[in-house]
């Protein structure tokens, strides 16, 4: 079922009251008005408001006092201001206080139809980038969870430490069925000498950089487990990265601990992988899998956002306050791209597949420059030669400069600058803008990224 706005209306004349209201609700919204600020006040925390029409010459609390309140309360409801005298410096105040829009007394009800339907549909649209930006944000630091350690076994826990899931390859690589496990405490699964260890690491309660990662233990031999990646017959080596999972409560916002998530890395499987040839390519086909999965979802849903934002940016006013929020969003969007276009570049074994990811890439000249009088020999490398030196050396121009020109596709590109057989980490000044394609600190921008 839809639901119907609900706009409140504030003006210390009640006819004017009346008559809007009476507009808003012919229109179908919801709509109830007060004659004085601080009426609207009261009204916030007991009913929800989505919209809210104010004078701003009102007695007691003006309309200028009554908008800070709103948006310090309810954040990012829009507030239309109305006012008889209108003037430039009163529209400017209004604007940069966070109004939405100003009317100027008297309107006719077409203006105000629009002035609000354009006002919800913004806040519609905002707060639908925002849960989505949110979601992205979520994926984004679960897949790079997932990446950085390719694991051999995931799970979560309950608070107690009790399994709630547990993925397939459990039973091949360990030897358990994950129906067995589900339920059971971790510590079933452990090497009873690591159990004390193993405690407050494998239901692991903190976030972040303070979170279990790397830690070596021990399993026991699943029921189902052979010899074949188990080094000693008797138990598996495995290292655990694990993290506590919380969730913010909606009546008083704090974060509860609902359980713990982890990933678990074979390690004796993984140290046969460089003794065995067939293993090791085995190894690199799974893992181009899981990376081009998961990048090609990424890039799909960044792809639809980053349209919407720009045609919403597009169609906004200079003046409208959200314009630069609207920027913010688009260039988050654009950076991440660039970023899932090297996760897939990587998980193709280095050949990016545009046409799988609606991207036109078109051709540069850069020409890279540094200023070092000294050196008898520079090169240089970049994710654009596969970090190989020799393929790019410089030579001296006339003005002393080591100077070389690459045709580059479109993108972004890290690089460094090898100096008489030595890396330059640090170019400080010594280093010159290559062209109109922007400045660089060991990174180039080519193009459109």
Same mark, same amino acid.
């Given at each position: 079922?839809?639901q119907?706005p609900a706009?409140?209306?504030?003006?210390?004349?009640?006819r004017?009251?009346?008559?809007?209201?009476?507009?808003l609700r012919?229109?179908?919204y919801?709509?109830?008005y007060?004659?004085?600020?601080?009426?609207?006040?009261?009204n916030i925390?007991?009913?929800?408001?989505?919209?809210?029409?104010?004078?701003?010459?009102?007695?007691?609390?003006?309309?200028?006092?009554?908008?800070?309140?709103?948006?310090?309360?309810?954040?990012?409801?829009p507030?239309?201001?109305?006012?008889?005298?209108?003037?430039?410096?009163?529209?400017?105040k209004?604007?940069?206080k966070g109004?939405?829009?100003?009317?100027?007394?008297?309107?006719?009800?077409?203006?105000?139809?629009k002035?609000?339907?354009?006002?919800?549909?913004?806040?519609?649209?905002?707060?639908?980038?925002?849960?989505?930006?949110n979601?992205l944000?979520?994926?984004?630091?679960r897949?790079?969870?997932?990446?950085?350690?390719i694991?051999?076994?995931?799970y979560t826990?309950?608070? &107690?430490?009790? *399994?709630?899931?547990?993925?397939?390859p @459990?039973?091949?690589t360990? !030897?358990?069925?994950?129906a /067995?496990?589900?339920?059971?405490n971790?510590?079933?699964i452990?090497?009873?000498?690591?159990?004390p260890?193993?405690?407050?690491?494998f239901?692991e309660r903190?976030?972040?950089?303070?979170?279990?990662?790397?830690?070596?233990?021990?399993?026991?031999?699943?029921?189902?487990?052979t010899?074949?990646?188990?080094?000693?017959?008797?138990f598996?080596?495995?290292?655990?990265?694990?993290?506590?999972?919380?969730?913010?409560?909606?009546?008083t916002?704090?974060?509860?601990?609902?359980?713990?998530?982890?990933?678990?890395r074979n390690?004796?499987?993984?140290?046969?992988?460089?003794?065995?040839p067939?293993? &090791?390519?085995? *190894?690199?086909?799974?893992r181009?899998? @899981?990376?081009?999965?998961? !990048?090609?979802?990424?890039? /799909?849903?960044?792809?639809?956002?980053q349209?919407?934002?720009?045609?919403?940016?597009?169609k906004?006013?200079?003046?409208?306050?959200?314009?630069?929020?609207?920027g913010?969003?688009?260039n988050?969007?654009?950076?991440?791209?660039?970023?899932?276009r090297?996760?897939?570049w990587?998980?193709?074994g280095?050949?990016l597949?545009?046409?799988?990811?609606?991207?036109?890439?078109?051709?540069?000249?850069?020409?890279?420059r540094?200023k070092s009088?000294?050196?008898?020999?520079?090169?240089?490398?970049?994710?654009?030669?596969?970090?190989?030196?020799?393929?790019n050396p410089?030579?001296?121009d006339?003005d002393g400069?080591?100077?070389?020109t690459?045709?580059?596709?479109?993108g972004?590109?890290?690089?460094?600058f090898?100096? /008489?057989g030595?890396w330059?980490?640090?170019?400080?000044?010594?280093?010159?803008?290559?062209?109109?394609?922007?400045?660089f600190?060991n990174?180039?921008?080519v193009?459109?990224?």
């Amino acid at each position: 079922m839809k639901q119907v706005p609900a706009i409140f209306i504030v003006d210390d004349e009640q006819r004017m009251c009346q008559s809007l209201t009476a507009i808003l609700r012919n229109y179908g919204y919801q709509a109830a008005y007060a004659t004085s600020g601080d009426s609207v006040l009261e009204n916030i925390g007991r009913r929800n408001i989505d919209l809210v029409l104010s004078d701003i010459h009102m007695p007691g609390l003006d309309g200028f006092e009554l908008l800070e309140q709103i948006l310090s309360k309810i954040p990012g409801t829009p507030v239309i201001m109305m006012t008889g005298d209108a003037t430039v410096d009163t529209a400017v105040k209004a604007l940069r206080k966070g109004a939405y829009d100003y009317l100027k007394k008297p309107f006719e009800p077409e203006e105000l139809l629009k002035t609000v339907e354009n006002a919800l549909q913004q806040k519609l649209l905002l707060n639908r980038t925002r849960i989505l930006d949110n979601r992205l944000k979520l994926s984004e630091r679960r897949f790079r969870f997932m990446l950085q350690n390719i694991p051999d076994m995931i799970y979560t826990l309950d608070p &107690a430490g009790r *399994f709630k899931y547990i993925n397939d390859p @459990v039973a091949q690589t360990f !030897g358990y069925r994950s129906a /067995d496990l589900v339920g059971k405490n971790y510590e079933s699964i452990l090497w009873d000498e690591d159990l004390p260890y193993a405690r407050w690491r494998f239901n692991e309660r903190r976030t972040g950089p303070r979170a279990t990662s790397g830690m070596t233990l021990r399993l026991k031999p699943g029921p189902r487990q052979t010899d074949d990646g188990n080094a000693n017959g008797h138990f598996s080596v495995i290292e655990l990265h694990a993290t506590g999972v919380y969730r913010k409560e909606k009546t008083t916002g704090k974060a509860c601990h609902i359980g713990t998530y982890g990933v678990i890395r074979n390690m004796s499987q993984y140290n046969n992988v460089h003794e065995n040839p067939s293993d &090791a390519k085995k *190894f690199e086909k799974e893992r181009s899998k @899981v990376l081009s999965v998961i !990048g090609q979802d990424l890039n /799909d849903m960044l792809s639809s956002t980053q349209g919407i934002t720009s045609a919403l940016k597009n169609k906004m006013q200079s003046s409208n306050p959200y314009l630069q929020l609207f920027g913010l969003v688009e260039n988050y969007i654009k950076n991440s791209r660039y970023q899932v276009r090297r996760l897939l570049w990587l998980a193709n074994g280095g050949k990016l597949d545009d046409q799988r990811l609606g991207v036109k890439r078109e051709n540069h000249k850069v020409t890279f420059r540094l200023k070092s009088p000294k050196a008898s020999q520079v090169s240089l490398a970049g994710d654009f030669n596969g970090w190989d030196a020799e393929k790019n050396p410089l030579r001296k121009d006339k003005d002393g400069l080591w100077v070389t020109t690459l045709v580059l596709p479109a993108g972004r590109y890290e690089f460094k600058f090898m100096v /008489d057989g030595k890396w330059r980490e640090s170019l400080e000044d010594e280093l010159t803008a290559p062209n109109s394609y922007g400045s660089f600190n060991n990174v180039v921008n080519v193009g459109e990224t």
